[in-house]
């Protein structure tokens, strides 16, 4: 009886809903309110230290051996960012189809492990990253000296490892909302599957490709803490700024280089990406069958799966490995007890996954209205087009920097609870990747289908439930899995803004400890595994497998 009472009010609830939502005070208010919210929590506290201490610049014109060592820093930084991220598309778009487009039973374990580099903490990925290729008790072991030495190469390799899902994260979240009916009526007029996908998928996926070079691009620029563990002599932005810590000139330097010269190169992105014509029209009807054939595809998904293995998976989880030692040295029972460090460890992994689930929440409330903001032109082609700059501008400041700016901008809530000033870091760190997400698929819906709905008489929250979220459900849980991670794995934000010990802080003062590599190992292991777990039940969940 109360199940029958329960599924008379849903229809109840939902149309009294839709009626408020066709208001134009009350859509306003929440456009506003959106607004309000991305620029006194998202993007000002990032460059309110920038602003403070702009005069500080003057430190850097004036000296002109450090002002051509700042520009060769920012050089590197956008030279290693361009072609990482160029390789994350080439590279990542075919795991993304491998994982939409195949049909083994484990390719929500293979979804689930292309998040890995996003779990591990950014210090510890680095760390994990030099150990694989460039200490001798790892890759290196097999041929008796570093495989990789410290240097530009193996900043590389770490920055493609970290950037690589993001890319894949994006891409399988715009590929599962992709209707295949269109592919398949080109496959029926006779198109071989490359044809289809060249011709038909990709130019409909352009948003979304566009949305992953972009994340890519800037989460490179900004990254410090990894690559602080393998830069060796090789220096970026970043690295530039952390090696002249506490001195205000450089950092602003370096961030507003940084901020002006990527809001540039986005606003390119934004002015000529949707009219790039992709791909090449021309058709080659017997060469793109041969390349459709299966054994081409066997070879680009074994390709893909090595590169992934060998390149990502593997050297970023290498960190973890003394964990079996752990298991086997009897550590194992000392952590599961909770035994001398592994009580703070069990406080901190709680305290990082509350975070995380908290920011995941509050941003999918606060960023959704934005991408609709952005993708639908709700406030005019030319504002919409600044916010949609404006949102990256919080990953592309340095995290050094950036943790900097907001403990500046949030010493002056000093009655505000420190879980909150947490909370609210991470907002501003993790906000640019669900709005990017989001806002290309619903760039990819034509509004020829939102008004097809309004003329049967739909309202405003109508149209999205009914036709908006279906096609952009996994988009929308791409995008939150990528907070998730995001949030969960940060280090250097966390470790300036508040006192609380996350999960990542933790570790990373267990490598400044030099706490056994067992202890390390392990510690990193489990929150490999619980985040592991924790993901594959999302999509479990969300049941995304029948359209794969």
């Known amino acids: 009886m109360q199940a029958e009472r329960t599924n008379l009010l849903k229809p109840k609830i939902a149309k009294a809903l839709d009626k408020l939502s066709s208001k134009t005070a009350i859509k306003n208010t929440i456009y506003i309110v959106s607004i309000i919210i991305f620029f006194a929590l998202i993007l000002f506290p990032p460059i309110l230290g920038i602003i403070i201490k702009w005069g500080s610049i003057e430190d850097v014109l004036n000296q002109p051996e450090l002002m051509s060592e700042a520009l060769n820093a ?32 484990w390719l929500s374990v293979l979804d689930t492990l292309s ?38 190469l193996l ?43 060249r011709t038909v998928t990709f130019p409909i996926l352009k948003h979304s490709l566009i949305a992953s070079f972009t994340l890519a691009f800037a ?52 002015l000529l990406g949707p009219r790039l014509k992709m791909p090449v029209r021309k058709v080659w009807p017997k060469a793109e069958r041969k390349l459709s054939s299966s054994t081409i595809a066997s070879s680009r998904n074994g390709i893909t799966l090595l590169v992934f293995l060998v390149i990502v998976l593997v050297p970023s989880l290498f960190v973890a490995v003394p964990a079996f030692e752990a298991i086997f040295a009897g550590v194992l029972p000392e952590a599961l007890g909770g035994v001398g460090v592994w009580g703070d460890y069990w406080q901190s992994i709680s305290l990082s996954y509350f975070v995380g689930i908290i920011v995941t929440l509050l941003n999918v ?25 404006l949102v990256n501008i919080p990953i592309i400041v340095p995290s050094v920097a950036l943790g900097a700016s907001l403990a500046i901008f949030w010493e002056n809530f000093a009655f505000m609870p420190e879980i909150w000033l947490l909370i609210f870091a991470h907002l501003s760190i993790t906000y640019p990747y669900f709005v990017r997400s989001m806002s290309a698929a619903v760039e990819r819906i ?4 939102e008004e097809a709905g309004r003329t049967l008489g739909a309202k405003p929250l109508g149209v999205f439930r009914t036709i908006i979220f279906p096609l952009t459900k996994y988009s929308m849980l791409s995008g939150a899995i990528m907070m998730f991670t995001r949030s969960v794995s940060e280090t250097g934000a966390t470790l300036v803004v ?51």
Request: aromatic share 12%; hydrophobic share 55%; proline share 5%.
């Open 219 to 270: 989460r490179s620029l900004s990254e410090t803490g990894a690559t602080m563990m393998v830069a060796g002599a090789f220096v970026n932005g970043p690295i530039f700024i952390n090696k002249h810590i506490g001195e205000a000139g450089p950092l602003v330097f370096v961030s507003a280089i940084l901020i002006v010269l990527s809001s540039l190169v986005f606003v390119t992105i934004r």
């Open 365 to 389: 409330v606060i960023g959704l209205p934005m991408a609709i903001i952005i993708a639908r032109r709700k406030i005019g082609n030319g504002p919409s087009a600044v916010l949609d700059v």
């Open 155 to 197: 900043v590389v390799l770490l920055h493609f490892a970290f950037s690589f899902p993001v890319v894949v994260r994006v891409m399988v979240g715009a590929s599962l909302d992709y209707k295949l009916e269109y592919e398949q009526a080109s496959r029926t007029l006779g198109a071989a599957p490359l044809t289809a996908a």
């Open 74 to 105: 920012i050089a590197a930084s956008f030279a290693v960012a361009f072609f990482v991220s160029f390789i994350d598309v080439v590279a990542g778009v075919p795991m993304a189809w491998m994982i939409t487009r195949g049909n083994s039973k």
């Open 115 to 152: 998040d890995i580099p996003f779990i591990v903490p950014t210090a510890t990925l680095g760390y994990s990253l030099f150990l694989f290729w460039g200490d001798l008790g790892g890759l290196s072991s097999l041929f008796g000296v570093p495989f990789v030495s410290r240097g530009w």
């Open 446 to 449: 034509s509004m020829e289908l």
């Open 498 to 548: 508040s006192n609380l010990v996350t999960a990542p802080v933790l570790l990373v003062n267990w490598v400044k400890n030099e706490v056994p590599t067992s202890t390390l190992g392990l510690g990193c292991g489990f929150l490999i595994l619980f985040s592991f777990i924790i993901l594959l039940v999302l999509r479990l969940v969300v049941k995304g497998r029948e359209t794969y």
